[in-house]
Nanobody, 123 residues
Framework: QVQLVESGVGLVQAGGSLRLSCVASGSRFSVNTMGWYRQAPGEQRELVAA???????NYTDSVKGRFTISRDNAKNTVYLQMNSLKPEDTAVYYC?????????????????WGQGTQVTVSS
């Protein structure tokens, strides 16, 4: 299948910045939407931002104007630039990707998750 590996774990003070990266790897796959989710202790996992292969993006309201999602299709990589971080942004951030894997004779949809990376924003 398709594996996702995140990087960019960090501890930062409020007002600071962090950049997360996530690379998709495998064989014979095509990624459609890539996104970032987060889960704080005791909370449900929520969508932070997502971006389609064509570059259309959407954000949860709480991060609009502070976070920017981007991707490099050639590298199957998605980035999340996080600026003006707040303590309430503290969470485990998960990368997600969906698409198709296989040959033209047999294509299968996939929906993969990364292992999660901790982001801690101190006040």
């Amino acid at each position: 299948q398709v594996q996702l590996v995140e990087s960019g774990v960090g501890l930062v003070q409020a007002g600071g910045s962090l950049r997360l990266s996530c690379v998709a790897s495998g064989s014979r796959f095509s990624v459609n939407t890539m996104g970032w989710y987060r889960q704080a202790p005791g909370e449900q996992r929520e969508l932070v931002a997502a971006i389609t292969r064509g570059g259309s993006s959407n954000y949860t309201d709480s991060v609009k104007g502070r976070f920017t999602i981007s991707r490099d299709n050639a590298k199957n990589t998605v980035y999340l630039q996080m600026n003006s971080l707040k303590p309430e942004d503290t969470a485990v951030y998960y990368c997600n990707a969906d698409g198709l894997v296989g040959s033209i004779f047999r294509l299968t949809a996939f929906d993969s998750w990364g292992q999660g990376t901790q982001v801690t924003v101190s006040s």
